[in-house]
């Protein structure tokens, strides 16, 4: 069962090494947290302990 995920750990390597590429080439469009997610992901409140960097 080595074997297989060898492979595929290969494969997805090869991936993020071309899809980097592309990104530092500007070849890929690349999306902002807030394009992505909108505010749904943002917590109203920071927990306690916890301040905004803005």
Do not use: H
């Not at 290969?10 to 890929?28: I, L, N, T």
């Not at 469009?29 to 807030?34: A, H, Q, S």
């Amino acid at each position: 069962m080595e074997k297989p995920y060898e492979e595929m750990d290969s494969a997805w390597a090869e991936e993020a090494v071309q899809r980097a590429r592309a990104c530092d080439e500007g070849r890929m469009k690349t999306l902002t947290f807030e394009e992505v997610f909108g505010n749904q992901c943002l917590p109203r409140e920071l927990p306690e302990g916890i301040e905004n960097d803005e």
